[in-house]
């Protein structure tokens, strides 16, 4: 099966962002939901996936993270609103 896009819900204190990260060949593009996001600014729901910590994941597509630790690994990361 091939894997094209991965969501994950991160919590942040009372609220929780949705990120997705969506591969296009050797690029994957990054989303999140939260307003500083919206904003073009590097929020750090995405920064701290993209550094390996999942701590903050509480849904999404779970069984995908292993799939998403070799995309983050191998694959060029572009953060997109
Ligand atoms: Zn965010």
């Known amino acids: 099966m ?3 896009q991965i ?3 991160v919590k942040d204190g009372d609220e929780s962002h949705e990120v ?5 060949d ?3 593009e990054v989303s999140c939901s939260c307003p500083a996001a919206s904003y073009g600014l590097h929020c750090k729901h ?6 390996g910590s999942k701590k903050d994941i ?19 990361i572009q953060t997109v609103p």
Do not use: C, Q
């Open 26 to 28: 050797n690029i994957v």
């Open 7 to 9: 969501t994950f819900y």
């Open 46 to 51: 995405r920064l701290n996936l993209l550094m």
């Open 58 to 76: 509480i849904d999404g597509d779970l069984e995908h993270i292993p799939a998403f630790v070799n995309w983050i690994s191998n694959l060029e």
């Open 2 to 4: 091939v894997i094209n």
């Open 20 to 24: 997705v990260f969506t591969r296009k």
